[in-house]
């Protein structure tokens, strides 16, 4: 089965909706203008029930099928928030917001998930009830969570739960998942090394922090060589690097290292945060001076659910003719906070190939991937709950 219908006559809608989000993109929770536009509309879609202030800024709509005697409970999830990235697309619709700017595709995940919701609104052919869930501060703000412990999943009786990314590089419109682990877990580590300064022509009355904390980043990248297992996946990255001084000729009192750590396990996780800390008090210890480790626990790896992938998957094929396996992506999603109260399934839509990679100031969503991503939803729900 080919996109629906109905989702190519709303194709110029919906893209008029997108755009918008994307001329007016709001950071992490203060997606305010972007959840009064969602619940506005869902209240226009005559959903049965629109709750705004879930997880803070979000928003959860409830559509009921024409039957629900089946019981069934099913969440679709989009993600609204922006990037504080200033946008270098040259579009007509570009961001308006210094600084900020739909550089993931966000506003795609919210529009589609709206023209899926319009589109079951007006037909409510399943049996059983949708739950369509607009989360804010997806990009490291874990507003995922935010809603979960707000009580959402209990609160509606959700019973499974999918959620969708784009994906440059993908065929346009064509599909990708994988069971089991599928995005990494993401944390974070600041680690200050602290020494004795001193002039630098005298650098014996020093401990010099510079030389303890240069070896500690290269020791670091032994977590991966030299302690994991070649099977599993760690990636360990230093991303800053900063001294007590700007001099030329001071050795630092202090020097302060961030970064973060990407696996796919919770025992490799665990082995990370170990060596970490054991390499730099080590390494502190090596040069007479001493580490103070701070390890940030971030979003949980994203796990699919067997059986939820399986039926995802199926759906998908009815509408492109395929899906393909996803690789294993070491970047983070707190969908995973989602499924980890709940089975379901995260799947990738392709936003066609060439372009600018997510994350980049030239990134734009590719609105001809619309009716492949509002079938999915469409017919997640139709399929998992049909009517009698």
């Given at each position: 089965?080919?996109?629906?219908?109905?989702?190519?006559?709303?194709?110029?809608?919906?893209?008029?909706?997108?755009?918008?989000?994307?001329?007016?993109?709001?950071?992490?929770?203060?997606?305010?203008?972007?959840?009064?536009?969602?619940?506005?509309?869902?209240?226009?879609?005559?959903?049965?029930?629109?709750?705004?202030?879930?997880?803070?800024?979000?928003?959860?709509?409830?559509?009921?099928?024409?039957?629900?005697?089946?019981?069934?409970?099913?969440?679709?999830?989009?993600?609204?928030?922006?990037?504080p990235?200033?946008?270098?697309?040259?579009?007509?619709y570009?961001?308006?917001?210094?600084?900020?700017?739909?550089?993931?595709?966000h506003?795609?995940?919210?529009?589609?998930?709206?023209?899926?919701?319009?589109?079951?609104?007006?037909?409510?052919?399943?049996?059983?009830?949708?739950?369509?869930?607009?989360?804010?501060?997806?990009?490291?703000?874990?507003?995922?969570?935010?809603?979960?412990?707000?009580?959402?999943?209990?609160?509606?009786?959700?019973?499974?739960?999918?959620?969708?990314h784009?994906?440059?590089?993908?065929?346009?419109?064509?599909?990708?998942?994988?069971?089991?682990?599928?995005?990494?877990?993401?944390?974070?580590?600041?680690?200050?090394?602290?020494?004795?300064?001193g002039?630098?022509?005298?650098?014996?009355?020093?401990?010099?922090?510079?030389?303890?904390?240069?070896?500690?980043?290269?020791?670091?990248?032994?977590?991966?060589?030299?302690?994991?297992?070649?099977?599993?996946?760690v990636?360990?990255?230093?991303?800053?690097?900063?001294?007590?001084?700007?001099?030329?000729?001071?050795?630092?009192?202090?020097?302060?290292i961030?970064?973060?750590?990407?696996?796919?396990?919770?025992?490799?996780?665990?082995?990370?945060?170990?060596?970490?800390?054991?390499?730099?008090?080590?390494?502190?210890?090596?040069?007479g001076?001493?580490?103070?480790?701070?390890?940030?626990?971030?979003?949980?790896?994203?796990?699919?659910?067997?059986?939820?992938?399986?039926?995802?998957?199926?759906?998908?094929?009815?509408?492109?003719?395929?899906?393909?396996?996803?690789?294993l992506?070491m970047?983070?999603?707190?969908?995973?906070?989602?499924?980890?109260?709940?089975?379901?399934?995260?799947?990738?839509?392709?936003?066609?190939?060439?372009?600018?990679?997510?994350?980049?100031?030239?990134?734009?969503?590719?609105?001809?991937?619309?009716?492949?991503?509002?079938?999915?939803?469409a017919?997640?729900?139709?399929?998992?709950?049909?009517?009698?």
């Amino acid at each position: 089965m080919p996109t629906k219908n109905r989702f190519a006559e709303l194709h110029d809608e919906i893209t008029a909706w997108r755009r918008d989000l994307h001329e007016n993109p709001e950071i992490l929770f203060e997606t305010h203008r972007t959840s009064a536009l969602v619940a506005e509309k869902l209240e226009a879609f005559g959903c049965d029930e629109v709750v705004t202030g879930i997880g803070r800024t979000g928003v959860v709509g409830v559509i009921k099928g024409k039957e629900t005697g089946s019981g069934k409970v099913i969440g679709l999830r989009a993600d609204m928030d922006a990037l504080p990235i200033h946008e270098q697309t040259g579009l007509d619709y570009a961001s308006k917001t210094p600084g900020a700017m739909h550089a993931c595709g966000h506003d795609g995940h919210t529009a589609m998930l709206l023209g899926a919701a319009k589109y079951l609104s007006e037909t409510r052919n399943f049996d059983g009830t949708v739950v369509v869930i607009f989360q804010p501060a997806e990009e490291g703000g874990g507003g995922g969570k935010e809603m979960c412990d707000d009580g959402m999943m209990d609160r509606w009786g959700i019973q499974e739960v999918y959620g969708m990314h784009n994906w440059p590089g993908m065929p346009l419109g064509s599909f990708a998942i994988r069971p089991g682990s599928f995005f990494a877990a993401t944390d974070q580590f600041d680690i200050t090394f602290e020494g004795k300064g001193g002039h630098a022509a005298k650098p014996q009355e020093t401990v010099d922090t510079t030389v303890m904390a240069a070896q500690a980043v290269v020791a670091l990248q032994t977590i991966a060589s030299r302690n994991a297992n070649p099977v599993e996946q760690v990636v360990v990255s230093v991303t800053s690097f900063e001294t007590s001084s700007k001099a030329f000729n001071v050795i630092p009192q202090k020097v302060q290292i961030k970064g973060t750590v990407r696996t796919m396990s919770a025992d490799m996780r665990d082995l990370a945060e170990q060596r970490i800390k054991a390499i730099c008090a080590g390494m502190a210890g090596t040069f007479g001076g001493t580490a103070d480790v701070t390890y940030h626990r971030g979003y949980p790896v994203m796990v699919n659910s067997e059986v939820q992938t399986e039926f995802a998957a199926e759906v998908a094929k009815s509408i492109s003719g395929q899906c393909e396996e996803a690789p294993l992506v070491m970047g983070g999603e707190d969908f995973a906070y989602m499924l980890e109260e709940r089975p379901g399934a995260y799947i990738l839509v392709g936003n066609g190939e060439g372009g600018a990679a997510v994350h980049h100031p030239e990134y734009n969503f590719n609105d001809e991937a619309i009716p492949a991503g509002c079938s999915w939803w469409a017919e997640i729900v139709e399929k998992r709950m049909p009517a009698a």
